[in-house]
């Protein structure tokens, strides 16, 4: 890895990477992309992005070895930003497409939206309430506008994992965090300036 690197994003075959690459780059960060698990167990920071099936990434996980360095880089102790179904995959299992184990880095379930006429998936600009004190919300509003696009959403075990809200047919947790794990559902390179502001308190974490 580049020494000016700083932010790994973690590249397992699923995700806009290069959109949260340059996102990355835009407020300041020194991002590389990568699949291979010494570079990210060398790595400041994670990113784990994904745009797809929960069963698909973590057979992909599984396959480019990535599992277990995910895990040791957490446990030394460096931040890791989850991007919506990156989010999703810290969480203990999903019932998306069947039962499929998650990394269990934040006790929880991930299910499918559910409710009369509501329409599925959920897409577009909403709000994040309810918001928790954590550095990666710096400067971030109550209310604020996220862009969103997600067939399902996460059930932390725990309230005190929930760092906001969000309305969709109920209030489901659109930022979760444990210890130095954190998920947001939303795309914060989709986001504009608060996604911006976000992704620049990450990498002042």
Not at 90 to 96: Q, Y
Request: a negative charge.
């Amino acid at each position: 890895m580049s020494d000016s690197a700083d932010t790994v994003i973690i590249d397992y075959g699923m995700g806009n990477l290069r959109s949260v690459e340059k996102a990355v780059a835009a407020v300041g960060g020194r991002p590389i992309v990568s699949d291979d698990p010494a570079v990210i167990l060398k790595g400041e920071r994670l990113i784990l992005p994904g745009v797809g099936a929960f069963g698909d990434a973590m057979n992909n996980l599984r396959q480019g070895k990535l599992i277990d360095a995910i895990g040791e880089a957490v446990e030394s102790g460096k931040p890791l930003l989850g991007l919506c179904l990156g989010l999703q995959l810290l969480f203990s299992e999903s019932e998306e497409f069947g039962r499929h184990e998650g990394l269990n880095l934040i006790p929880g379930r991930v299910v499918r939206f559910s409710g009369q006429g509501l329409r599925v998936p959920h897409v577009g600009w909403n709000q994040v309430e309810n918001l928790k004190p954590d550095p990666l919300l710096k400067d971030i509003p109550e209310g604020s506008y996220f862009y969103f696009v997600h067939s399902y959403c996460v059930q932390p075990e725990s309230p005190d994992d929930i760092l906001s809200l969000t309305d969709y047919g109920g209030k489901f947790c659109s930022i979760a965090c444990r210890g130095k794990v954190w998920g947001a559902q939303f795309h914060p390179e989709k986001s504009q300036d608060t996604g911006k502001q976000l992704l620049r308190n990450f990498l002042a974490l």
